[in-house]
């Protein structure tokens, strides 16, 4: 079952590093392929009017309460997670980088061409499509193991220190995320509770899907 995997599946395409800045082109094709479907959930989830992301609504819950804006919130939390990855032993690669490069590209594009339903119910089905792909492209862009983003990271760090399931560990995460976001003011929507509650077991479904493809 999905929902019980553990680890990062390892299949012919996942480089044998994350330091590894000259995979071969199947690693490199599916770490972006990968990440250009993440970008693309997090783009639509935007464009769905149905909430942002629980990150997001911590950084906006921070910028009410602190002079800074939510750009640079989101930047300092990124780089404060990064810096949880010391205690964790999770390493940087180049999937760590275009993770930041094809995910903003992705969410750019989506706000740019997609147009927000005017129906609330194909807004709700937006945001519930977003989701699973993110969760699908997580998947695919961490069996590379070509390194992963700062949040990413983190799950997996903790994954293997509490040897709890991932979709557990991910929900865990953006649960408490959104939990201390909306305490400091953030706003919260239904699209933010679906993100907060699916996009563990979207990430480990990815995971099962990807390794029953392709072992």
Do not use: H
Not at 26 to 51: A, H
């Amino acid at each position: 079952m999905f929902l019980k995997i553990k680890k990062i599946p390892r299949v012919n395409w996942s480089s044998d590093k994350p330091y590894n800045f000259k995979p071969k082109f199947s690693t490199f094709f599916f770490l972006c392929f990968g990440l250009t479907l993440f970008g693309l959930g997090e783009g639509l989830l935007i464009v769905s009017f149905m909430g942002a992301s629980p990150w997001s609504v911590l950084a906006q819950g921070i910028s009410l309460n602190v002079n800074l804006s939510i750009g640079t919130i989101t930047l300092l939390i990124s780089i404060a997670v990064l810096i949880l990855w010391i205690p964790l032993g999770q390493i940087l690669g180049i999937g760590t980088i275009f993770n930041a490069l094809i995910i903003a590209l992705m969410i750019d594009l989506c706000i740019k061409f997609i147009p927000t339903p005017s129906n609330y119910i194909y807004q709700l089905i937006l945001a519930i499509v977003s989701v699973i792909t993110v969760g699908i492209g997580g998947g695919i862009y961490l069996v590379s193991n070509l390194g992963a983003g700062p949040r990413d990271g983190l799950m997996i760090g903790l994954q293997k220190k509490t040897n709890l399931p991932v979709a557990a560990v991910r929900a865990f995460l953006e649960i408490s995320v959104v939990s201390i976001g909306w305490y400091l003011g953030g706003t919260v929507g239904i699209g933010t509770l679906l993100f907060a509650f699916g996009i563990g077991p979207c990430i480990a479904l990815g995971l099962y899907l990807v390794a029953k493809i392709f072992n």
